[in-house]
């Protein structure tokens, strides 16, 4: 079974709308983190946020907001306003315990902004 | 956050060919990981190279295919061997940060 799951594979929006990604995760460990990253049409992968399962509190950076439900399993993550610079695939994953040995990776969704 | 150069940021490669892949850290660093992201799919984990001993490949992934080098904490290669189109992905080094993980840059190979 998939660790972490991304249904949405591409979302295409108006600029200046807002948008939602989900992220939904499985894992039978207590003490997890969860990450979301970028990757622009460039190819890098870009950091956004870290989250670790003892901490629910939501996340707000400027445009970027983390809902995170441990009830539900998920980690899902608005941008406010789009802009087309947000065009990009934004990756959910998971890693559990605390060494973070390994990563587990949504499939990704690709975020479509238009003019 | 670590700083990784990683080159090449592209090539590409006639089948059977083999091509080296080097990843450049600006701090001393225990674990670098390699990733394969094959065209339009998510990222997989490779192997994890720990400095002064074999790495270790995930299910999938084996040495003879995917030879990895860690000569010292802040410098890792990964050859891709005997390469056929399926190869043609682009793959990434990473080494744990402050918040997460830091990627390399990524070098896109094309097999033909």
């Known amino acids: 079974a998939q660790k972490v799951t991304q249904a949405q594979t591409e979302i295409s929006v108006v600029e200046k709308e807002d948008v939602t990604l989900d992220c939904v995760y499985e894992t039978r460990d207590t003490t997890y983190y969860l990450f979301w990253y970028k990757q622009p049409p460039s190819g890098e992968l870009v950091f956004l946020i870290r989250?670790?399962?003892?901490?629910?509190q939501n996340e707000i950076s400027g445009r970027y907001s983390w809902n995170f439900q441990k009830s539900t399993s998920s980690f899902n993550f608005t941008i406010t306003a789009s802009q087309v610079v947000d065009s990009a695939v934004y990756f959910c994953?998971?890693?559990?315990?605390?060494?973070?040995?390994?990563?587990?990776f949504g499939s990704g969704t690709k975020l479509n902004v238009k003019p | 956050s670590a700083v990784i150069s990683q080159k090449p940021s592209r090539d590409i490669c006639q089948r059977g060919t083999s091509l080296t892949i080097q990843c450049q850290v600006d701090?001393?660093?225990?674990?670098m990981f390699w990733y394969r992201q094959q065209p339009g799919q998510s990222l997989t984990l490779i192997a994890t190279?720990?400095?002064?001993?074999?790495?270790?490949?995930e299910s999938g992934f084996v040495i003879d295919k995917f030879p990895i080098s860690r000569p010292n904490l802040t410098f890792s290669t990964l050859t891709v061997s005997n390469m056929s189109p399926e190869d043609s992905s682009i793959y990434l080094c990473?080494?744990?940060?402050?918040?997460?993980?830091?990627f390399g840059s990524g070098t896109r190979l094309t097999v033909v």
């Open positions: 990473s080494v744990p940060g402050d918040g997460g993980y830091t």
């Open positions: 190279a720990n400095q002064g001993s074999e790495a270790t490949y």
């Open positions: 989250r670790n399962s003892f901490d629910e």
């Open positions: 994953a998971l890693s559990e315990g605390y060494n973070f040995n390994k990563f587990y």
């Open positions: 701090s001393q660093v225990t674990m």
